[in-house]
């Protein structure tokens, strides 16, 4: 199973004199295949959270689980095996390499790993066709709208074929339309079983998960489910609130 376990999570900055409690104590389950999105104010630790839950960080005490792995434990070396297998980033800039094509762009985590064969640039070209950019595979990003390019964000995110999809503010840079465009593809990915957390600050987007959980002040605030028919209603409305001819 590669469910993620939560248990008694904090994490401490010491700055200068201060201690900064980002988190404490924080404890949930993300299930395989659960769709999760985490909300709170400036300062309530969901960034914290996240950057914990993809490896880019370790807590001062707690535990995390990713599967049967505590990676709380683990050494660097370790969790940057974790994060190239096992995890996919989402962000809210893009951070596409400008001198790289889509293709190219969605190789880069293999090429960290050494896998540049041919088998691996056709699992790339077959990425890009998913995304919806097919007729785009030699463009580089100053020839991509900012939608074309989270597209080859989340192409790129799932190159190693991933346990969980980490996404940060992923819509934050763009218009109406194409959030609802991506929040498309990522329920598509969730219905296949790729279990996704995403950081939000916008209501409408964290009404299409599965789950929103809320913190505050470094702790959990609500863990609540949306019900299947509250998620259809929100995408409904997303599209009932596009411009005429956006459809």
Known sequence: MHACTIRELTKEYVLKSETVRALRGV????????????????G???????????CLDQPTN??????EDDVATMTDDQLAEIRSR???????????IQQLTVVENIQVPLYYQGRLGAQERDRCIELAHRVGLGDRLDHRPTQL??????RVAIARSLVNDPYFVLADEATGNLDSKTTNEILALFDELNSE??????VTHEDEVAE?????????DGLLQSDATNSEESRKAAAQRALELLPVGDE
């Open 62 to 67: 707690g535990q995390l689980l990713l599967g």
């Open 86 to 96: 096992r995890i996919g980033f989402v962000f809210q800039s893009y951070n596409l």
């Open 193 to 198: 079983g790729r279990t996704i957390i995403m």
């Open 145 to 150: 709208s900012g939608g074309q390019q989270q």
């Open 27 to 42: 404890s949930f389950n993300v299930p395989e295949g659960d769709y999760v999105a985490i909300m709170g104010p400036s």
């Open 44 to 54: 309530s630790g969901k960034s914290t959270l996240l950057n914990l839950l993809g």
């Open 208 to 216: 299409r998960a599965k789950r929103v959980v809320r913190l505050r």
